[in-house]
């Protein structure tokens, strides 16, 4: 569609993995002004580079958060998302959510658009179907009650065991209903959790409507078990790849998102760098970028 905005971005551990002193060296080197953020539970975030003997700072004042936008806005870098780290069978879930809802309120002051939520559960794969369902999709549908009027939208990205059945993502989303909910849609984890590789893609269009942002990544499996269904995580670390070298086919993802009108990013999530030497790394995410690039 035309007029479509999709741009390339990074997760920030990604960049500091591959070799740079600092994340505003990363970003300067690879030709980016977008990044993901993880935050943290004591809502910790990185800093692009390190400011008075501090490489992160704590978001929990109006004054820390209106210094960390000045920070990024000096330097001309925007958050594409901030990443959570929240399990929705924790012990003390009350805490998980008030952790959610402080990162919108966190997003909405910085101006970010998009969390990503984990789909991992402690101890998910004891429970039943429908008792994850129903946990998940009620912890979210309290999460965005108490953040009505919210503009920012609720990722869950397939990750993991269950976060990789589209049938728990499909139930979640309809059951939970709103139109601020829907994934961080990473390319590679469908591969990695088994399914052959037109199926997957075939999964990775169903899910395009549903996408709030995205991670990057791909997989070359040999070509006599790529199109067959693999136990999950079946040697990933063996053949996880850079992602123009992979069998998912990230010319046909894009299309499919923009067929749907999706604007947002495409975050490099090149799970293969530890593969390649320090030195490497750096090239390997630049031929990430300027294929992610030449797709757009």
């Not at 869950?156 to 139109?179: M, R, T």
């Not at 998102?257 to 390649?276: A, I, N, Q, R, T």
Request: hydrophobic share 35%; with cysteine.
């Amino acid at each position: 569609m035309g007029g479509c905005r999709v741009y390339v971005s990074i997760r920030d551990d990604i960049l500091l993995y591959g070799g740079f002193g600092s994340l505003s060296h990363g970003l300067s080197e690879l030709g980016l002004n977008a990044l993901e953020v993880g935050l943290t539970k004591d809502l910790r975030a990185k800093l692009l580079e390190p400011v008075d003997g501090r490489s992160d700072l704590e978001l929990t004042s109006e004054e820390s958060i209106a210094f960390y936008k000045a920070h990024l806005s000096e330097r001309g870098v925007a958050i594409s998302a901030l990443l959570l780290s929240n399990d929705f069978n924790a012990k003390d879930l009350e805490s998980e959510l008030s952790y959610v809802v402080k990162a919108i309120r966190i997003a909405e002051k910085l101006g970010v658009g998009a969390i990503r939520i984990d789909s991992a559960m402690r101890g998910e794969r004891e429970m039943g179907f429908e008792e994850r369902v129903e946990r998940f999709s009620g912890c979210l549908a309290r999460i965005i009650e108490v953040t009505d009027g919210s503009s920012v939208a609720l990722g869950i990205e397939n990750h993991g065991y269950q976060g990789n059945d589209p049938s728990f993502l499909k139930a979640v989303i309809d059951k939970v209903g709103s139109q601020r909910l829907g994934l961080t849609l990473d390319t590679g984890n469908f591969y990695w959790a088994g399914y052959p590789i037109d199926e997957v893609h075939e999964i990775l269009k169903s899910f395009s409507p549903y996408v709030k942002h995205t991670h990057i990544k791909n997989i070359k499996y040999p070509d006599e078990v790529k199109g067959k269904r693999r136990d999950i995580g079946w040697e990933y670390g063996r053949y996880v790849c850079p992602i123009p070298d992979g069998d998912v086919d990230h010319s046909k993802v894009v299309g499919f998102l923009k067929e749907v009108g999706y604007e947002g990013d495409l975050c490099v999530e090149d799970e293969s760098l530890g593969k390649f030497g320090v030195s490497e790394r750096r090239e390997v995410l630049m031929r990430d970028v300027l294929y992610l690039k030449g797709l757009l």
